[in-house]
Every structure is written in C-alpha cells, then in structure tokens.
C-alpha cells in the first residue's frame, strides 16, 4: 500500500518555520513576500548544519572516509531533487540559481555556434538569422541572455504577447514560432501575473519546427507537482530558496540527448576527463557543466527542503495554496480602486497577485502595508516590460505559500483597504 501524506494542518507546517514567530513593526510577521524568497523550515537549516559539521570535505576529489561521505551525500541529493522534478539524477545539474542555469543553457549554446563542442553540439548552434522566442511576461533572467546570445551570433530575439487580461495570445505564438525557430523560453508561472502558461501547447508548436524549448519554473516547482519529462520541455530551471531551500543552489534539468549536445559554459576542474596542452576531454553530463567547487551544504539542504515537501504532500499544498489564491483575488476584487494584473478567468494560477492602488505609488502601499506587519513585494519584481505591456511601471505583489494561512491574507485585505483613505485618494 503507498503510504499517504497526513491531513494538511498549516498550524503544525508554520511550527517549522522559526521566523514566521517574528513581530514587525509591532505587529505579527504576515509574511506575503515567498515568490522572492520562501522561509525556511528547521530540516532544511539543520541539514546544512549537520553535514558542515559532521560531514564537510570537498566531493569527487578525495580518498579518505570523509570526501567518500561527502560525494555520498552530495550525488543523494542530486537523486532526491532530480525525483522531485520527475527527472533521473544524471539529466541534474547543479547550478547557483535559475538565472545561472538560463545563462548556462544560453552561452552553452552560443559556444556550439561558434563550433565549440562535439558534432552532436551542431544541433543546437545558432546562424545568423535564427529565432529566439520569450514571451511579454518573463522575468529579465529569461530574457537577457538571449538578448545577449542575439547580439553573439546575428540571431533574432523574438515576442509571444499577452492579452489585456495577462493571458498567452496563443494564436500570435502560433505566427511567431516559425521555421527559424530555435529556442522557445518561457516561464511555467508568471512571477507577475500568477498566471500557468499553456505548456503542452507551447511544447508542440516548439516541436513542429524542432526548436528547444526551456522552462523557467521558478515559481512552478514549490507550489504544483512537477515531472518535467512529461512536460516534454527540453529544458528546465528551478531555483532552490524559492521552494524552502538555501540560497546559492538551483536545478538545471535537461533530457538526456540536449544536455549531451551542449558544450561546457565554465570550465575548470572538476568537469574534466582529461587535460593536456594539447586538448582537453570533458566528461559527459551532469559533470561537464559543474567546474569548480559546488555548492555542496546547499545541494544537500536542498534536498531537505524537497523531501520536506515531498513529506506534507505536494497536491495537499496545492489545493491550500489555491485556497488562499481564491481568498486573495475575492478580497483585492472588492476593493475600490485596486486594480489587480493578469486577472484572466479560466486559466491555472499560482497564488499571487499583483495589483496597483489608484492614486498611490506601489512603494507607498508596500510602506503602509510593512507599519502594519504585512510583507509584501514592490516594484516591477524584475519584470519591467510585462508592466509597461500593462500599462503600470510597478505594482504591488503578495504571494503565498504552504505557510501562509487566511488569517494572514485577511490582515493584508484589511490593510490594502485603508491604503487610499490614508493617502488621500479616495477624494
């Protein structure tokens, strides 16, 4: 019989998470902020701790107990984080955040363009002329570089929009992604809109004219059940202290095939089979696109932090999740002046909302809403041309998690509710 989760109770989840006991400003910690950064539970610091303390040794480098220690516990990881995402252990490569991974995925491919790497590497190389296709909502992390990969190699950088309501036009996806297609990006969930993007669509249309396709899930992995082959992404982000891990660790998922198409980024040691003046052999993934020393406390608190998911049940947090999602949206709806972006109807959400006050700068509402205990994200969460597409420059963003309970979403409804009377702008 498969062992199931225990009823989700977010009283005994919060009794993990040591800083959520925190006051601000005189008030209890309503910690609104987790699509910048999730808090932490005590399996994850202790797991960093543990292995500083007990375990410490540069891996895949020693011969003596305590580097084999080390390697074990830095390749379990690998397997246990590579299992949460659906994917083998070996299509895993550690990276020191989701923007590291896209930059590596990119320069990777400029590199094969340049006639760097092995004949496979030809698949991916680019020509001047080829397409790469993001979408009006990304984060800046998944726009740059391949900004930066156009100017490198004469590609063109190419835009999905959105609708009024933050929605994908599929329709003008289908006119973009043509036979010079190369690269379609995009990400799993809006960090702006909240909105889950059309996957298997975007998938097969990448298909059709044999271009890649690479996932930013940054804010998809901590929140839904995720198995990235059955996506049929090529490639994958993650970034691991945005679901309840260390800073400094993310995931670079990659099938097995595009990942051994691609040619080193960095290099160094570590990554090498063998080296000569006269050549150099690199091994095959994932230790190809691991040179230096890695994050080895991090990974391992990574892995904490997904077995510690994995333990309260991914659909559990979901379903609680979207119950906060739905209190959150009736709440801001229903409020005079609050203008809230991307609230398309029928589409999957994660839950959070950005939103603008009529009258009143999205710093000002984030102040008013921080003297009162609630924290909140402000600005355009770098994102600027999904706000400029909305017509705002910045909005105010709250976002929820496994540790967030109604109670906290009510205290920030009430707060944004007093915000125009404070500033005048209900007049």
Not at 20 to 39: F, I, K, M, R
Request: charged share 20%; with cysteine.
């Amino acid at each position: 019989m498969t062992p199931t989760a225990p009823p989700f109770d977010v009283a005994t989840v919060r009794a993990d998470f040591p800083i959520l006991a925190e006051s601000v400003n005189g008030h209890p910690l309503a910690y609104l902020d987790s699509a910048a950064t999730s808090q932490k539970p005590l399996a994850v610091l202790d797991a960093e701790r543990s292995f500083l303390e007990h375990a410490n040794s540069a891996v895949h480098r020693g011969a003596h107990a305590l580097a084999a220690e080390a390697t074990e516990l830095y390749e379990d990881a690998r397997a246990a984080v590579a299992s949460f995402v659906g994917a083998r252990a070996d299509d895993l490569v550690w990276t020191s955040g989701a923007t590291a991974g896209l930059n590596l995925i990119a320069y990777a491919i400029g590199n094969a363009s340049v006639g760097r790497g092995a004949p496979a590497s030809a698949r991916v190389a680019l020509s001047a002329g080829d397409e790469l296709v993001v979408t009006e909502a990304e984060h800046h992390a998944n726009i740059i570089p391949w900004q930066e990969l156009a100017a490198r190699t004469g590609a063109v950088l190419r835009v999905i929009r959105i609708r009024d309501d933050g929605s994908l036009d599929l329709d003008h996806a289908a006119e973009v992604i043509g036979p010079r297609t190369r690269v379609v990006a995009f990400a799993h969930a809006s960090n702006v809109l909240g909105i889950v993007n059309p996957v298997a669509e975007l998938v097969a249309l990448a298909r059709n004219v044999g271009a890649l396709t690479v996932l930013d899930a940054c804010q998809s992995a901590p929140h839904v059940p995720l198995d990235l082959p059955s996506l049929g992404v090529d490639l994958a982000v993650f970034s691991g202290h945005k679901m309840q891990g260390p800073y400094g660790i993310g995931g670079l998922y990659g099938r097995a095939d595009v990942l051994d198409a691609l040619p080193p980024f960095l290099t160094g040691g570590s990554m090498i089979e063998s080296v000569s003046f006269a050549e150099t052999r690199f091994l095959p993934p994932p230790q190809r696109f691991e040179a230096g020393t890695q994050p080895v406390s991090q990974a391992i608190a990574l892995a904490a932090a997904v077995r510690y998911l994995d333990g309260i049940g991914m659909d559990a947090i979901r379903a609680h999740e979207h119950a906060l999602e739905r209190r959150m949206h009736t709440g801001l709806s229903g409020i005079e002046g609050v203008r809230l972006l991307g609230d398309a109807s029928g589409v999957e959400r994660v839950a959070l909302w950005s939103f603008v006050v009529d009258g009143v700068h999205a710093h000002d509402v984030g102040q008013f809403l921080d003297a009162r205990g609630v924290a909140v994200r402000v600005g355009h969460h770098c994102a600027e041309p999904v706000h400029a597409r909305l017509g705002v420059t910045a909005s105010v963003r709250a976002s929820a998690a496994l540790y967030s309970t109604e109670d906290e979403v009510d205290r920030f409804l009430d707060a944004v509710s007093g915000v125009r009377a404070f500033f005048g702008a209900d007049a």
